[in-house]
């Protein structure tokens, strides 16, 4: 059987000394391109001047819950409940291709501790299912309106969790009050989920390790510029400028 073919992605390069990597995954429909003008945006602030950003591309298949038409799409989706089924074998078909381009970053000097995986919607939901699946400890995570993904699969079977760093790793979790996609009760349910089953525990003012997760009153499908804000304090604390 051929091999998958790697990922394709836009690069947004760091402003100043390369120190640390954001790889940020797009939602249902879109592309890495979407992301790109948050991504400059952020980049442009000296606490982020570090980072490169990292926006792949998802391939084209056939998606279940829009009658079968081929869009962007990480795995398919059978229905917009966000119930089972679910697409387990797509996940991890994306989660392996996500692993390959973090552990290309680790080759060109940039420890995985230094490396945040975040993703929109759909990408946050890969965010949290690769993290889950990867033998490494992140400098974060970033899910941004989205929910747990195979949340039955980590309650009845624990030992499927082969990330033993998770608990440890700061979570940046945000989600639209007014979400009428994926509704703010989805998101509240897997972060408990996140925390009952997973045994993440709530960040603290003293420490971003666990859960950090804010809500936005009017905040459809999308984003805000209060969400990015937050966004830019919490990557300039978790993977802040080295100062050596």
């Not at 890495?32 to 926006?55: C, F, N, S, T």
């Not at 038409?69 to 229905?79: H, K, L, V």
């Not at 309650?155 to 994926?182: C, Q, R």
């Amino acid at each position: 059987m051929a091999a998958t073919a790697p990922l394709k992605f836009l690069t947004v390069a760091a402003k100043a000394k390369h120190t640390a990597t954001v790889i940020f995954v797009h939602g249902l429909g879109d592309s890495g391109a979407g992301w790109k003008p948050v991504a400059e945006m952020l980049g442009q602030d000296p606490k982020l001047r570090h980072v490169k950003w990292i926006l792949p591309h998802a391939p084209s298949i056939p998606v279940t819950a829009n009658f079968g038409m081929e869009m962007p799409s990480w795995f398919d989706i059978a229905n917009f409940d966000w119930k089972p089924p679910e697409d387990e074998q797509g996940m991890n078909k994306t989660a392996n291709l996500l692993r390959q381009l973090i552990a290309d970053e680790v080759k060109e000097g940039i420890p995985s501790e230094r490396i945040v995986l975040g993703g929109f919607s759909q990408g946050g939901a890969m965010t949290l299912l690769t993290s889950l699946t990867t033998e490494k400890k992140f400098g974060g995570l970033v899910v941004l309106s989205a929910w747990l993904p195979l949340a039955q699969k980590w309650a009845s079977d624990p030992a499927a969790v082969k990330n033993t760093s998770f608990t440890k790793t700061p979570l940046f979790w945000a989600h639209g009050e007014a979400d009428p996609l994926i509704p703010i009760a989805i998101a509240k349910r897997s972060t408990e989920a996140v925390k009952s089953t997973l045994g993440v525990t709530d960040a603290t003012k003293d420490s971003l390790v666990g859960l950090t997760f804010r809500t936005y009153p009017g905040m459809q499908h999308s984003t805000c510029m209060e969400e990015l804000t937050h966004l830019l304090e919490w990557l300039g604390s978790v993977v802040p400028p080295e100062t050596s």
